[in-house]
């Protein structure tokens, strides 16, 4: 009786049947691993991470500030407000309000100074960015760091943007401050953007939400 049982298990069950059943779960499965990373693919490739920068900001409603005197217009932030720079020809623009008497200004903040110089003598573009890189490298300050450096089209006229990090040893402050500088008519035009904070990381999280503001002031300006 017990061979009989035997026979009939082997009958029913041969191993090659087995053998075919396994390559079809494996093969299935594979398939199945297959479409799940096509599909993870899929959806990394169509929504891409973002730094948080809004760059599709509409300036519509910005404010237009125009200096017949220095010879340009640029487009401010709507919520910005004007601020005294403390050197004539320098207009300064600011996301949080002036201090009132001996109050510290509110920290983080993004600010932006936009003037111009005469071009006395005769810096070519590079000269201009190897000279406020020296200015600052010769500041009371630390932790220097040249961040990147690109050419730049402002109103048609060829510029350079550099960006650099940087601490202020008397303020203890930490920068990214953002420059960028065209020649034109023997002046040199300068738009300053920094993003200040009281620590690197936060100032580094400040100019990564705000930088395409500066993109934007930039491809804003006009000479008049």
């Not at 040199?188 to 934007?216: C, G, H, M, R």
Request: charged share 20%.
């Amino acid at each position: 009786m017990e061979e009989d049982f035997k026979e009939v298990s082997k009958r029913s069950f041969p191993v090659w049947l087995i053998i075919i059943i396994a390559v079809l779960l494996l093969g299935g499965l594979s398939v199945l691993g297959w479409w799940l990373y096509k599909q993870s693919k899929s959806k990394n490739t169509s929504t891409p991470a973002t730094s948080g920068q809004d760059t599709n900001t509409s300036t519509a409603d910005w404010q237009t500030y125009k200096s017949t005197n220095q010879g340009f217009s640029i487009l401010i932030p709507p919520t910005w407000k004007q601020t005294e720079s403390g050197v004539e020809g320098r207009a300064s623009f600011s996301s949080a309000d002036a201090p009132e008497g001996d109050a510290p200004p509110a920290y983080p903040v993004t600010h932006a100074n936009i003037w111009t110089e005469p071009n006395s003598s005769n810096l070519s573009l590079q000269g201009v960015i190897d000279e406020q890189k020296n200015l600052y490298q010769s500041s009371a300050i630390k932790d220097f760091k040249l961040i990147s450096e690109e050419n730049v089209d402002i109103n048609g006229v060829a510029g350079k943007k550099i960006v650099m990090s940087f601490t202020d040893l008397q303020t203890g402050l930490s920068h990214i401050s953002g420059f960028a500088c065209a020649t034109k008519d023997a002046k040199i035009w300068k738009i300053n953007f920094i993003a200040s904070a009281q620590s690197p990381v936060v100032a580094q999280t400040v100019w990564d939400e705000n930088s395409y503001l500066f993109d934007k002031m930039i491809s804003a300006f006009i000479f008049l």
